[in-house]
């Protein structure tokens, strides 16, 4: 029988590299997802992709909604009615106050919301959504001259050891 630690290292931690790519991210929020049945059996097993996805903030009634997120339908559960539409808007679940706040900075020209990581925390799904402000090509450029030296560096450094 499989520890506790066992079975959440084999838990899949899906993330979001295009956005830390294409936006600056200020402010993050852990919150949780509504979802059904097979649509956490398909988490489990890593098919999901969080790059097309985006969070949209009401402010009244406070509800947070994420698009775009796509999670690949259950192959064992069949067809017809047990499967889930694979890019359905989901709600996602956090306090009111905390919704009125990313509400108010999703607001400001320039900013968005977007999914960072999906993962499990204590058996249950959750979704890191961070406040994003696009970045510029030059911004990108930088980002991965930056990238580039550091790797260099490592590979230096890994040959003088």
């Known amino acids: 029988m499989a520890s506790g630690k066992d079975k959440k290292s084999m838990e899949p931690e899906i993330v ?7 936006y600056f991210i200020s402010d993050k929020l852990e919150v949780g997802i509504v979802l059904v049945g097979t649509e956490v059996k398909s988490i489990r097993a890593g098919k999901v992709s969080l790059a097309e996805g985006y969070v949209k903030a009401d402010a009244n009634p406070p509800k947070l909604l994420l698009h775009g997120l796509h999670i690949d339908e259950y192959t064992a559960a ?3 009615a047990l499967q ?11 306090h009111a106050r905390e ?10 020209k320039g900013f968005t919301l977007v999914p960072l990581k999906m993962y499990f925390k204590n058996g249950r799904v959750k979704v890191l959504i961070g406040v994003g402000q696009g970045k510029k090509s ?3 450029r930088d980002d991965l001259k930056q990238k580039s030296a550091q790797r260099d560096i490592q590979r230096a450094m890994s040959r003088r050891l």
């Open 78 to 80: 069949g067809g017809g």
């Open 99 to 108: 919704i009125r706040k990313l509400h108010d900075k999703a607001q400001i």
């Open 16 to 22: 979001n590299r295009r956005a830390t790519h294409e």
């Open 138 to 140: 030059f911004d990108k």
């Open 84 to 94: 889930h539409r694979p890019t359905r808007t989901r709600v996602l679940l956090a």
